[in-house]
């Protein structure tokens, strides 16, 4: 067990935020979360499979939604709605424990994210439960079943969803991950775009081989060089790109950003023009809440399940979706998708074609 630092964490979610690819929620929530953990006396343990009793029940805490700001009108949609003192993430998953009749005993993130890794930390400290090094996804990704879980074939239910207002209910069966992302996007749709959810509950013993292992611990190397090499002046892309094993896509300022929300999703598009070596290019992103497809000169370019991971070199922070500024000087560098996600089943759930995009994968490693 390793009981980590406000420094650590700080490293952790920065990583979190490079490997979320423009999604996995607000960096500033999450450092808002551990704040309040840490304000509040509680201790983040992380901890290793082989940590664990083979029995332990391992719970899996996030947000599900969209990631763009409310506008004004659903504000007043929802001003009559009294939001809970506590956590809804905490409730979410004593509600769970209700059904169960049984304590979860460790959590585990359910993708890389600013937010999304913080909420498995924040609700792993303050219920004094241990966090598990390790994740199903690798990186952030769109929908419910982009995990490896959906891989191994993990049941996902019985699962929990609870909205900021208390409302809660427990899916004791859903046909499979698929019709779960429906049904869970579907609550969040009418939730402010924002629902907790934990889901397959299952034992360590099942767990420990249908996730990425060492997930955190690779965020937080990420986030190490990010922070140390920007503390020191120099080239944090390059220093991200090392740490990471990528390689880099483009330079060049923002010339067009656009996005809007639909059916629970932030799908947006982001257009950059070269500068310096990339000069006379064009760089398109495409994404849903994450980085999805890039064009380069509008030929297909690098594509998930491959990182897209763009920097906002103005503020010297890693770019989150759909926060691009017309005029914004970029860095775009690309990171290696977890071998789970090349593989043929793998590209069935999340390469291109699981977007609609009539391509295939092709891998800029």
Known sequence: ??????????????????????????????????????????KFRLVSFDELKPDDMIGTPYACGAISPLTEEEIKKYARLKETEES??????????????????????????????????????MTDRCIVDGDPAGRSVPALQHSTY???????????????????????????????EDLVRALAVVSQNTIAVMDHVNTARV?????????????????????????????YVQAVTKAGGGKPMFEGCVTGSSYETRDGYTYGDTFIAGTGAYEGHELH???????????????????????ICVFDLDEAMPQLNPFARVGEQTAVIALPAPAEWTTERGLEVFGPRSFGYDMDFCSYF
Do not use: H
């Open 1 to 42: 067990m390793r009981i980590l630092s406000r420094e650590d964490l700080s490293n952790i979610l920065y990583g979190c935020a490079i490997l979320g690819t423009g999604g996995g929620g607000s960096l500033e929530e999450g450092f808002e979360m551990i704040d309040e953990a840490i304000a509040a006396g509680k």
């Open 88 to 125: 809804f993430y905490i409730l979410c998953m004593r509600q769970l424990e209700r059904f169960l009749g049984k304590e979860v005993v460790a959590v585990i993130s359910t993708e890389l994210g600013g937010s999304n890794t913080a909420t498995a930390l924040y609700v792993g400290a």
């Open 150 to 180: 959906f891989l191994k074939g993990v049941p996902m239910c019985p699962m929990s969803v609870m909205n900021r207002f208390g409302e809660g209910a427990v899916f004791t069966n859903v046909f499979d991950d698929e019709r779960g």
């Open 207 to 235: 767990l420990k081989d249908a996730v990425i292992r060492g997930a955190i611990s690779y965020a937080e190397s990420i986030g190490k060089a990010f922070l140390s090499a920007k503390a020191a002046g120099g080239d």
């Open 285 to 307: 992103i495409w994404y849903q809440n994450e980085n999805i497809i890039s064009w380069l000169d509008g030929k297909p370019f690098v594509t998930v399940p491959d990182l």
